[in-house]
């Protein structure tokens, strides 16, 4: 069984930065791509960052130049680095990741609470 295991999320102010981490149990070079997804109260999910891989990567507008996504193949670790955090960005933040078309694999989510 494979697993996910998200850390570091927390509370934090405005303007504040955080790092999540996803540890899997599993070579994360099996996977095309690991991402983050964030869900909100009463919100969708919704895609944040996605690096592939070959190490490209992908953002959401509203993260675009806040978040950076980054992978450490020796550790099979993927990271979140939340900068300039906004009240908006309040969330529970899921890793994921994808072998295919589809997502195979989702972590148990960490709380991230952005203070104004």
């Known amino acids: 069984q494979v697993q996910l295991v998200e850390s570091g999320g927390g509370l934090v102010q405005a303007g504040g930065s955080l790092r999540l981490s996803c540890a899997t149990s599993?070579?994360?070079?099996?996977?095309?791509?690991m991402s983050w997804f964030r869900q909100a109260p009463g919100k969708q999910r919704e895609l944040v960052a996605s690096i592939t891989r070959g190490y490209s990567t992908n953002y959401a507008d509203s993260v675009k130049g806040r978040f950076t996504i980054s992978r450490d193949n020796a550790k099979n670790t993927v990271y979140l680095q939340m900068d300039s955090l906004k009240p908006e960005d309040t969330a529970v933040y899921y890793c994921a990741a994808r072998k295919l078309f589809s997502y195979d694999y989702w972590g148990q989510g960490t709380q991230v609470t952005v203070s104004s």
């Open positions: 599993e070579s994360i070079r099996s996977y095309n791509a």
